[in-house]
């Protein structure tokens, strides 16, 4: 499975971002997709993750601002951002999980992406 994320960029304080995740290889729906983030000289955290079936999860510190869902005909898993603040810079990993695992632990996925630059500016 290959994961490419896009749609990182910068934006101002308060501005919103929607990143994507496109999927090619494997079957998309056997795949829990996961977004991650990753600030310099931080560790790798959980942002939101979604099931083949729309079932969602978030950091709690995100709910409210972030929205995950998927396009399961397009392969396609999206990260919508708003409200967005200056600790939400960081790089932001799309993955997949297939089978059993815990959600919000990274180590459990089984594929990622190279991740996509979010920087918001005060």
């Known amino acids: 499975v290959q994961l490419q994320a896009s749609g990182g960029g910068l934006v101002q304080a308060g501005g919103s971002l929607r990143l994507s995740c496109a999927a090619s290889g494997g079957t998309f729906t056997s795949y829990v997709m996961g977004w991650f983030r990753q600030a310099p000289g931080k560790e790798r955290d959980f942002v939101a993750a979604?099931?083949?079936?729309?079932?969602?999860y978030y950091a709690d510190s995100l709910k409210g601002r972030f929205t995950i869902s998927r396009d399961n005909p397009k392969n396609t898993a999206y990260l919508q951002m708003n409200s967005l603040k200056p600790e939400d810079t960081a790089v932001y990993y799309c993955a997949a999980l297939l089978g059993s695992g815990s959600y919000s632990w990274p180590n459990d996925y089984d594929y990622w992406g190279r991740g996509t630059l979010v920087t918001v500016s005060s």
């Open positions: 979604i099931r083949w079936d729309a079932t969602t």
